[in-house]
């Protein structure tokens, strides 16, 4: 067993598409192996654009939120002990830019809304938003004004389009020609464009805390399946794609899983790297 930080390991593996199946539920083989790997000694990161909230729900009564276990929220904004709630460190857009990018989408006729570590702040109810809502049910309210968010830690604005995830594309096409260097945009799901602070991603995340344990790159491991991820694939020592993931995702990473996520696939990477 690892006796020390540099011998450590660290899995830094996401949620929606990776640990989650697409009934967003978690396999018992992948809940075996995730404890095997604790079991010897190496340190386990969920590492999600999901919130906090949003994160605790779907992972609740797994044993993924353990002491010397560590959430990385919000694309790698917000990171945080598991158990304790911590803040190890926590990046916000400013309530101007946030309102910046919400008026700009409702005047795209596309739905968006922001967090802070509490609740989802919406400026109005439709069916984008009740669809993405289902599956947490995270507290949530309407903003009428700026007010509303100044003070809060905004880690991200979500952008959502089920039924015609091309206007997301258009817009942030257009939006980034307009506002340049101030965020940094990228898709997690097709139908789900996300705005966080310039340099703020997934891989960031990953480097902050590995930095801050004392763990170095080639002790880290990051699985993922979108886009979002290439980040931290990228900045891993070993980045890892599920089977099933977006093919952008496969081509950066070191490893591509033969299962799913609906086949444990995230068993089949420990299996392999333990």
């Given at each position: 067993?690892?006796?020390?930080?540099?011998?450590?390991?660290?899995?830094?593996?996401?949620?929606d598409?990776?640990l989650?199946?697409?009934?967003?539920?978690?396999?018992?083989?992948?809940?075996?192996?995730?404890?095997?790997?604790?079991?010897?000694?190496?340190?386990l990161?969920?590492?999600?654009?999901?919130?906090?909230?949003?994160?605790?729900m779907?992972?609740?009564?797994?044993?993924l939120?353990?002491?010397?276990?560590?959430l990385?929220?919000?694309q790698?904004?917000?990171?945080?002990?598991?158990?304790?709630?911590r803040?190890?460190?926590a990046?916000?857009?400013?309530?101007?830019?946030?309102?910046?990018?919400?008026?700009?989408l409702?005047?795209?006729?596309?739905?968006?809304h922001?967090?802070?570590?509490?609740?989802?702040?919406?400026?109005?109810?439709?069916?984008?938003?009740?669809?993405?809502?289902?599956?947490?049910?995270?507290?949530?309210?309407i903003?009428?004004d700026?007010?509303?968010?100044?003070?809060?830690?905004?880690?991200k604005?979500?952008?959502?389009?089920?039924?015609?995830?091309?206007?997301?594309?258009?817009?942030?096409?257009?939006?980034?020609?307009?506002?340049?260097g101030?965020f940094?945009?990228?898709?997690?799901?097709?139908?789900?464009?996300?705005?966080?602070?310039?340099?703020?991603?997934?891989?960031?995340?990953?480097?902050?805390?590995?930095?801050?344990?004392?763990?170095?790159?080639?002790?880290?491991?990051?699985?993922?399946?979108?886009?979002?991820?290439?980040?931290?694939?990228?900045?891993?020592?070993?980045g890892?794609?599920i089977g099933?993931?977006?093919?952008?995702?496969?081509?950066?990473a070191?490893?591509?899983?033969?299962?799913?996520?609906?086949?444990?696939?995230?068993?089949?990477?420990?299996e392999?790297?333990?």
């Amino acid at each position: 067993m690892p006796n020390n930080m540099d011998d450590k390991k660290i899995l830094f593996y996401d949620l929606d598409g990776t640990l989650l199946k697409t009934d967003k539920t978690i396999s018992d083989e992948d809940i075996r192996a995730l404890r095997k790997w604790k079991e010897a000694g190496n340190i386990l990161a969920i590492t999600t654009g999901r919130s906090v909230q949003g994160t605790e729900m779907i992972c609740k009564g797994y044993g993924l939120l353990e002491k010397g276990d560590y959430l990385i929220t919000f694309q790698g904004s917000l990171i945080m002990e598991a158990d304790t709630k911590r803040v190890i460190a926590a990046d916000s857009l400013p309530p101007a830019d946030v309102m910046l990018v919400l008026n700009a989408l409702t005047d795209a006729g596309i739905y968006a809304h922001t967090f802070d570590l509490d609740k989802i702040y919406i400026p109005y109810e439709c069916d984008d938003f009740f669809k993405y809502n289902s599956i947490a049910h995270e507290d949530y309210e309407i903003i009428d004004d700026i007010s509303v968010l100044e003070g809060k830690v905004l880690p991200k604005v979500i952008c959502i389009a089920y039924d015609d995830p091309k206007r997301l594309y258009d817009f942030q096409e257009s939006f980034r020609d307009k506002e340049p260097g101030r965020f940094n945009s990228f898709f997690s799901q097709p139908m789900f464009l996300e705005y966080c602070k310039e340099g703020i991603n997934k891989g960031t995340g990953l480097k902050r805390l590995a930095k801050h344990l004392g763990i170095p790159k080639e002790r880290t491991i990051a699985v993922g399946d979108e886009r979002n991820d290439i980040y931290m694939m990228k900045a891993a020592g070993t980045g890892c794609c599920i089977g099933s993931g977006h093919p952008d995702a496969k081509a950066a990473a070191d490893y591509v899983t033969k299962r799913s996520n609906d086949e444990s696939a995230v068993s089949e990477i420990i299996e392999r790297f333990l």
